[in-house]
Nanobody
Framework: QVKLMESGGGSVESGGSLTLSCKPS????MAWFRQLPGKEREAIVT???????TYVDSMKGRFVSSRDDSKNTLYLQMNNLTPEDTGTYFC?????????????????????WGQGTQVTVSS
C-alpha cells in the first residue's frame, strides 16, 4: 500500500502561481487530476516511467509537471491561475509492476490516490 501525500495547495489571487508536491513518486506512473466544484474529476497531466509529462490539451501552457527523483517527489507548477481553477487537486499513482496504463488519462488506471489539496483562486 502506498500512501500519497500532496501539499502546496492554498489561496492565491487571480494571475498567481502555486506549486503542488506529491510524495512518493518512485517506481510508479504518476498523474495529477483535479476536481472542480460540481464537476467530474479530470486529468491534468500524466507521466511516463522517465517522468516525461503528457498534458491534457486544455491544460497545456499553464501547468508544468516535473519529478525530482532525489526527493522522490512529483511537482505541479500552476501559473496564471484563474478562479476557474479553484478545486481539489489530486496526485495518483500506478505501480510499475502493473505495467503502463493503457489509458493514461483514465482515473481507473491509477491504484493509489492522495487525499487531495485545495486550491482557491480569488478574483
Amino acid at each position: 500500500q502506498v500512501k500519497l501525500m500532496e501539499s502546496g495547495g492554498g489561496s492565491v489571487e487571480s494571475g498567481g502561481s502555486l506549486t503542488l508536491s506529491c510524495k512518493p513518486s518512485g517506481n510508479q506512473y504518476m498523474a495529477w487530476f483535479r476536481q472542480l466544484p460540481g464537476k467530474e474529476r479530470e486529468a491534468i497531466v500524466t507521466t511516463d516511467s522517465n517522468g516525461r509529462p503528457t498534458y491534457v490539451d486544455s491544460m497545456k501552457g499553464r501547468f508544468v509537471s516535473s519529478r525530482d527523483d532525489s526527493k522522490n517527489t512529483l511537482y505541479l507548477q500552476m501559473n496564471n491561475l484563474t478562479p476557474e481553477d479553484t478545486g481539489t487537486y489530486f496526485c495518483a499513482a500506478r505501480p510499475y509492476r502493473l505495467g503502463a496504463p493503457s489509458s493514461r488519462l483514465s482515473q481507473s488506471e491509477y491504484t493509489y490516490w492522495g487525499q487531495g489539496t485545495q486550491v482557491t483562486v480569488s478574483s
